[in-house]
């Protein structure tokens, strides 16, 4: 007996091993995803604190931070250009007919493909016919 009993310890003190090793796993792990939380925390405040600054100071900005708000303002008049070149282009409705044209000969296109198609399917019917013909002679 004393074999079983030493057998049933070990087996006993790996299972609890192994779940001490679960628990600290699982700590770690919320641990791990906390850490990501208050990271991104830090980020969005550091992207608050450049906003503010930005805001305050983007118009004159200290040495070190001029680069950076040149880039913003840069950033701001190509989206302001971009805005406004997208209002022209949803404004311009005189190429209506136009994209009327080009649907319809994409249609005609598209027919003339299925028409292809099916003749291809066709005549592969009819080889394939002459093939299993000969096969059997």
Same mark, same amino acid.
């Given at each position: 007996?004393?074999?079983? @009993?030493?057998?049933?310890?070990?087996?006993?003190? $790996?299972?609890?091993?192994?779940?001490?090793?679960?628990?600290?796993?699982?700590?770690?792990?919320?641990?791990?995803?906390?850490?990501?939380?208050?990271?991104?925390?830090?980020?969005?405040?550091?992207?608050?604190?450049?906003?503010?600054?930005?805001?305050?100071?983007?118009? /004159?900005?200290?040495?070190?931070?001029? #680069? #950076?708000?040149?880039?913003?303002?840069? %950033?701001? /008049? !190509?989206?302001?250009?971009?805005? @406004?070149?997208? %209002?022209? $282009?949803?404004? &311009?409705?005189?190429?209506? &007919?136009?994209?009327?044209?080009?649907?319809?000969?994409? !249609?005609?296109?598209?027919?003339?493909?299925?028409?292809?198609?099916?003749?291809?399917?066709?005549? #592969?019917?009819?080889?394939?016919?002459?093939?299993?013909?000969?096969?059997?002679?």
């Amino acid at each position: 007996m004393g074999f079983f @009993d030493n057998l049933k310890s070990k087996a006993t003190d $790996l299972a609890q091993s192994g779940v001490a090793q679960s628990k600290r796993l699982a700590e770690i792990a919320k641990l791990k995803t906390a850490n990501l939380g208050e990271e991104d925390t830090i980020k969005k405040a550091y992207i608050e604190i450049g906003k503010l600054y930005y805001a305050e100071m983007g118009h /004159a900005p200290d040495g070190a931070y001029a #680069a #950076a708000c040149e880039k913003i303002t840069a %950033a701001k /008049a !190509a989206i302001e250009a971009n805005n @406004d070149r997208i %209002a022209e $282009l949803k404004a &311009d409705t005189d190429n209506t &007919d136009e994209v009327e044209e080009v649907k319809a000969e994409a !249609a005609e296109v598209v027919e003339d493909m299925k028409e292809t198609a099916a003749e291809i399917i066709d005549e #592969a019917k009819d080889f394939a016919d002459e093939v299993v013909e000969e096969i059997k002679e």
